[in-house]
């Protein structure tokens, strides 16, 4: 913590710390170190991806399956198209 000394206008010194909202900033700051770390460590980022990759996948069988029940041809320039 900062804290310096300091004569008022009647010439006492006094001891004086950081502004209040500079010690919260820094203890947030801290804080979200620790759960972001805590985040990384518990795979929940790469949780996420793999929730994401399945969804994707089933969006992508999903299309596929109305197009085709539709009557559109699956060849190469539709697939291209629909990538």
Do not use: F
Not at 9 to 18: I, S
Not at 19 to 30: A, F, H, I, M, T
Not at 39 to 61: F, K, N, P
């Amino acid at each position: 913590m900062m804290v310096s000394k300091v004569t008022d206008a009647q010439g006492v010194e006094r001891t004086v710390g950081a502004n209040v909202w500079v010690k919260l900033l820094g203890e947030w700051s801290d804080r979200l170190t620790r759960t972001s770390k805590t985040v990384l460590d518990a795979g929940i980022e790469e949780r996420q991806t793999t929730i994401l990759e399945h969804q994707a996948s089933l969006i992508a069988d999903m299309t596929y399956g109305m197009l085709t029940d539709l009557g559109v041809e699956m060849n190469e320039d539709n697939m291209a198209i629909i990538r």
